[in-house]
Structures are given as C-alpha cells and as structure tokens.
C-alpha cells in the first residue's frame, strides 16, 4: 500500500470519530519511503456539532485485523492487555491467572515477595547484598601497591602538544608485532576481592 492510499484510508476511517484537523505519518529513517508503524492524527470534536460523531475507544479498529490505538485528554480508564475501555491491566477479566507457586505458603496466586503469610521481610529470598555479620569469620583478601597512585597535579605534561596516535593492526601477524604504547594514562587501583 502505498503512502497516499494509507493516508486517504486513515482519513477515511477517522472522519466518523471527529474532524480531522492534522495527520502525521512517520516514515522510515533511511528511504522515507515506508510507514514505520507510528504516527498521529488530531481530531477536532466540538461540543456544540450538528454532526454526531462514534465515541473514542482506546482500540480503534481499521483496515480488517488492524487497529489503531488512540489517546485523549480526559482519557477514561483503558487497559494495555485486552485495550478495552473501562478498566485498568491489574482487572482485566483476559488476564491469565497467576500460575506461579508462592514456595513460603505453597499457595498459587502470588510469589514469596508478596506472601499474605509472611511477617518478617527477612524470611524471604532477596536479590539485594545483605550485610556480612561483624562476629563472622570472613576475611577479605586485600592488594596494597608499593607506591602510592599519582595525582593529577602531580604528574608532568608531555614534552610535546602533538597528540600520541596509535594505528590500529589489521591482521593477527600485526597484532603481534605491533608496538605497545609508551606513555600509560592509568594508574593501578587497590582491588578488594572477596573468596
């Protein structure tokens, strides 16, 4: 389908909902030849219209199995499941039921994270760091450098402005006989390692 048959269909089936006051189709990035899949139409419905217009609905049905979803200011309640107008996702009637087994209760419905029966937090699994006891027997390995990390002021500006460039190898046999650089920006850092 081409661009302008899109557009006149889009006009089309829009002019039964308000007046079509502006329509926007968003192209491809590359050719700006092909509909992306997005774009808006502004509809005007005046209050006062001797024209009777259909009632916005959230899920605007167009062209066979396709439809538009559209928004408004004063929007009533819509769920992004089903996209019927009236409720919200958490109370759609389509919703699958919840499968997953709660495995503190061994109650369907909800997870561990959520359990009714659960009065400590600590109970339950957590994927955030807990801290390690004080009393325990754990000990960090640590790496202490022989000299201290230079600072910023107290290092010396190259010799010369020009820049130091490195050319890139190609090939593996350039890999390996390629220089190393001469002049290193970073420092070591102490490293902490936990066993």
Request: aromatic content about 8%; some cysteine.
């Amino acid at each position: 389908m081409s661009i302008e048959q899109l557009r006149d269909k889009l006009l089309n089936n829009f002019a039964r909902y308000g007046i079509v006051r502006e329509l926007v189709i968003y192209l491809d990035d590359w050719a700006q030849r092909w509909f992306s899949g997005n774009g808006c139409i502004y509809l005007e419905r005046p209050p006062s219209s001797e024209i009777k217009f259909d009632p916005l609905t959230y899920n605007i049905p167009f062209d066979g199995d396709h439809s538009c979803l559209g928004t408004w200011s004063k929007m009533d309640k819509h769920c992004i499941y089903c996209k019927a107008m009236g409720h919200i996702r958490k109370d759609c009637p389509s919703l699958p039921t919840e499968t997953r087994t709660c495995f503190v209760c061994n109650s369907r419905g909800h997870i561990a994270r959520n359990c009714p029966k659960v009065t400590n937090p600590n109970q339950t699994a957590s994927k955030r760091r807990r801290p390690i006891p004080l009393d325990s027997s754990y000990e960090a390995t640590v790496t202490v450098l022989s000299r201290p990390v230079e600072t910023l002021s107290s290092t010396v500006p190259p010799t010369s402005s020009a820049p130091v460039l490195h050319e890139i190898p190609a090939t593996s046999e350039e890999v390996a006989s390629a220089p190393a650089p001469k002049h290193h920006t970073a420092a070591p850092m102490p490293v902490q390692t936990r066993q």
